[in-house]
């Protein structure tokens, strides 16, 4: 959102504007083309850019970018009159310094026409997410919540949790802040209504109950211990306790188990009395429950040591589905009112809204964004700040959960500051490293190969950055880790020596026998690299991200100025030959070699120039070195693991030696399932029918061999 005009400029989007005003605005952005050229790169260059814009802007409502030199978006915002609104950006007094540093970087300005503000307001939000300007507020850490998804594409429905788009029919329930609380409330559920959460393929290979039903965590529809019709009843119970019907199905549920003790049936009535301890616990554990709130999001924002955390619990079925801290970039001259009200605009963009919104902090504009968010929702919503009774508690609770996370990130970026200072002096760099790259290699004898490349900075793990290489030289002897590097680290520096070349000459010796940064200066930071998001220690994100050659310019933006290469010696000359191939010697590298034995806390560690060295056992920068290779480690093999799994998903199980058609037919047949297969001993595996003890043998084999 643009900032308030009482801070910002003046107000143009009144109907009753003063026409006088209006016309000394011509005449401004008239002397504005008749000045002198102005000095690149100052404000004055950017008014006489927008005033040339403001020729062709349209006087009705819509959304309007502003652009820097090279075409990169720095801001996006919407107007009730694009015209009147962008007039403000010429005046040369009233604005405040962050909007003079977006003038003075505007070179050209896009619009785009809108049938109402509503519509606007919409846009503006979808853009900003898309293209991340600079100045704008931009939500962080905005990974797809899950949901609970119980099916309608099957005779049995099928009770499991998902993750991103609703493409599958079915009733959706959430979000919920966390997959943990998700699986705990499907666990409760499954002892509650018996639904099946197996797979189609699963449920279609069974000749026998599982597990679960023996465990009475399932009605067993799949081999007709209940009857569909029985099973259609369960279902129905799940759907309208998850729809917020919880009390009507607990007292359905007493009034049968009564029913049943009345006739001695005391079997099925235990079976009942279980099925309401299981709601019991779902309700029980989910922390504060309100009474008077039935379905909300409570947000609360608290801003301190110039960053921002806002707080969102969700309550659904008058139940409390977790709470989750995100932490939107925002300049610190915005009021807290307006970092909150952009967020909410995003933050809906991608995700259903809640009938009721609970804020900390009043909004300025919270009539339009209640329109804006019942258009899309197809329902009303309200916004509302409470100042008093048990909504205010909500958001009361919200708000000391903001101050506390964010403490709890404060805290840990110093930390984090601390040990890139220890690192900066064990490795005798020039300063903390801003950007670290770590390079990993995973393969089977060389089969799906692919590199991985992490990134990690004073704010922890960068993992929108992160970016897998899948091998593609056909000249590489399999299992050539070497080989492999120097088409990682070529394919990386040659896009961004392309994309990104470097500003300024680099004379300085380095310690680690390359160039440095030259004169005191920091490697350039470019204005669209994305913000490092995710704290070192978060949970790790699931992998499937796109190819490094298939990303948006913007991905390979940032220069690192320190690279860790997962290998000894030999793996590092390999990656110093192929950086100077290219022209690049100014890049720190150190080559992190595993201990004896592959013992962690012994590893040895490489760098130009100096003898190879070890830190001390309980060294703190060990610790943080160590974590760095691990995650380089897990993404590259989850990386792999996936390549492989599409290969056979594509292949079929004939990629394994030995498997034909028959065979393959035998096995699916037996297991349901190319994951029951992967699962299965090896004792499992020579019981299928037609498969003989060495077939059996090769496909264990092939499922368990260890990545490299």
Wanted: charged letters at 25%.
């Amino acid at each position: 959102m643009i900032a308030r005009p009482t801070r910002d400029m003046p107000d143009l989007d009144t109907d009753d504007a003063d026409i006088a005003e209006l016309d000394q605005d011509e005449a401004l952005i008239a002397d504005l083309a008749e000045e002198a050229e102005p000095a690149p790169g100052s404000v004055a260059m950017g008014r006489a850019a927008i005033a040339r814009a403001l020729k062709h802007a349209p006087s009705g409502p819509g959304v309007y970018r502003m652009l820097g030199p090279d075409g990169t978006v720095l801001y996006v915002g919407k107007a009730k009159s694009i015209k009147r609104r962008i007039v403000a950006y010429t005046r040369p007094t009233g604005l405040t310094a962050r909007i003079m540093r977006m003038v003075a970087a505007t070179a050209e300005m896009e619009f785009v026409s809108t049938g109402t503000e509503t519509e606007a307001l919409l846009l503006e939000a979808n853009l900003i997410k898309q293209l991340r300007p600079r100045f704008n507020v931009l939500l962080r850490d905005d990974k797809s919540f899950p949901y609970i998804l119980i099916t309608r594409d099957h005779v049995s429905p099928q009770i499991t949790k998902h993750r991103g788009a609703r493409n599958r029919p079915g009733d959706y329930y959430g979000p919920f802040a966390s997959v943990w609380a998700v699986n705990r409330t499907i666990n409760a559920l499954q002892k509650a209504f018996l639904v099946r959460s197996c797979s189609d393929s699963f449920y279609e290979a069974r000749t026998r109950p599982c597990l679960l039903f023996q465990i009475k965590r399932c009605a067993g529809p799949c081999t007709g211990e209940v009857s569909h019709t029985d099973y259609a009843e369960y279902v129905r119970e799940a759907r309208d306790f998850l729809s917020g019907r919880s009390k009507a199905v607990k007292e359905q549920l007493a009034r049968e188990m009564e029913a049943a003790s009345q006739e001695l049936e005391f079997e099925r009535a235990a079976a009942l009395r279980d099925r309401l301890a299981a709601l019991s616990a779902v309700q029980g554990t989910q922390g504060i429950n309100p009474r008077s709130v039935e379905e909300a999001d409570v947000f609360a924002i608290h801003q301190e040591g110039g960053a921002t955390c806002v707080q969102v619990f969700f309550f659904r079925t008058g139940q409390n589905w977790g709470n989750h801290a995100l932490y939107p970039r925002a300049d610190r001259t915005l009021e807290i009112g307006e970092v909150l009200e952009s967020f909410l605009a995003q933050f809906y963009e991608d995700k259903p809204c809640p009938r009721l919104i609970l804020l900390s902090h009043d909004i300025a504009e919270r009539e339009l964004l209640e329109e804006a968010l019942s258009t899309r929702a197809g329902h009303r919503v309200e916004i509302a700040a409470p100042k008093r009774g048990e909504k205010r508690e909500l958001v009361e609770h919200a708000l000391q959960n903001a101050r506390e996370a964010l403490g709890r990130k404060l805290a840990e970026s110093a930390s984090q500051a601390r040990l890139l200072e220890e690192l900066a002096r064990a490795f005798a760099l020039q300063g903390p490293p801003k950007r670290i790259e770590v390079y990993d290699n995973s393969h089977i004898m060389g089969s799906n190969a692919v590199g991985g490349m992490i990134v990690a900075g004073p704010e922890g793990f960068a993992k929108s950055q992160y970016r897998k290489f899948n091998i593609r030289s056909t000249e590489l002897t399999p299992g050539d880790d070497y080989g492999m590097m120097r088409e990682v680290l070529t394919r990386r520096f040659s896009r961004l020596l392309k994309e990104n070349p470097r500003a300024v000459p680099l004379p300085s010796p380095s310690p680690l026998g390359g160039e440095g940064w030259g004169e005191g200066e920091p490697p350039p930071e470019p204005a669209r690299a994305p913000p490092l998001t995710d704290p070192l220690r978060g949970p790790p994100l699931p992998d499937g991200e796109r190819e490094a050659d298939d990303m948006p310019s913007a991905a390979s933006s940032a220069w690192p100025d320190l690279l860790l290469i997962d290998g000894g010696p030999g793996q590092l000359k390999a990656a110093q030959e192929t950086l100077a191939g290219l022209g690049v010697t100014d890049v720190p590298m150190v080559g992190v070699a595993k201990g004896p034995d592959r013992d962690a806390g012994r590893e040895t560690f490489y760098v130009a120039g100096r003898e190879p060295f070890r830190l001390e056992p309980r060294d703190p920068v060990l610790y943080f070195v160590q974590r760095l290779r691990d995650e380089a480690h897990r993404f590259a093999i989850g990386s792999h693991r996936a390549r492989r799994k599409k290969d056979l998903t594509q292949a079929g199980l004939q990629e394994i030696p030995g498997i034909g058609p028959t065979r393959k037919r035998a096995l699916l047949h037996h297991f349901g399932t190319l994951k029951a297969i992967e699962r299965a001993s090896l004792a499992d595996l020579e019981g299928v029918p037609g498969v003989n003890a060495a077939t059996a043998r090769a496909v264990y084999d092939f499922f368990h061999a260890k990545a490299t």
